[in-house]
């Protein structure tokens, strides 16, 4: 019985986290402009479903403003100004651009409560928001949005696993999935 390569085995676990991690493009206030097909799997909500709602709608009330302060610690700290980044420009671009972070932007995170689709209660999940980079600062500031179930096995990529992957420009910009992401990185 023939054994994976250590590499081979390092690459199928990225895959199967990165099919646990809902990525988000948002606006400054957190407005989603593209959204992960994983969400499907770890909201039980479609991508769609995501796409012009507000990060706020779905975490607990009581933890609304704990994400004001990941936002405000975001743009503090990178200096952004609150332009808006036009929702045709992010439609049309490579995923795998817009998750990278600028060079500046810190990754701020902080765990909350999230309601799945039809579910009477909240579950735990990790939130993590930098400054997409795609733009170098020309454009309009957006953040990206890592959303991951706690306890499930699942962590947010890395920052350097983020800034290194491969941009394929035959990569269809319609379709957005964080395991394609990640599966592009070296």
């Known amino acids: 019985m023939a054994t994976a390569e250590p590499e081979q085995a390092s690459v199928r676990s990225d895959l199967k986290q990165g099919s646990a991690i809902v990525t988000c493009i948002c606006t400054p206030w957190l407005e989603c402009l593209r959204v992960s097909e994983e969400s499907s799997s770890v909201l039980s909500l479609r991508s769609t479903e995501l796409i012009g709602h507000n990060l706020f709608e779905m975490v607990h009330p009581a933890d609304a403003e704990r ?12 200096g952004s100004s609150a332009s808006i980044l036009h929702p045709l420009t992010i439609e049309h671009l490579s995923p795998t651009l817009l998750v990278r972070p600028s060079l500046t932007s810190p990754f701020v995170y902080d765990t909350m409560r999230i309601r799945r689709k039809h579910a009477q209660s909240f579950d735990l999940f990790s939130i993590r928001l930098h400054v997409g980079g795609a733009f170098s600062g020309e454009g309009g500031p957006y953040i990206v949005a890592s959303i991951v179930a706690i306890g499930r096995g699942a962590t947010h990529p890395s920052p350097s696993q983020l800034s290194s992957t491969f941009i394929d420009l035959s990569d269809d910009p319609r379709y957005f999935s964080t395991k394609h992401i990640l599966r592009s990185a070296p």
Not at 67 to 78: A, E, M, P, Y
């Open 67 to 78: 994400l004001h302060s990941l936002v405000d610690r975001l743009h503090i700290k990178t």
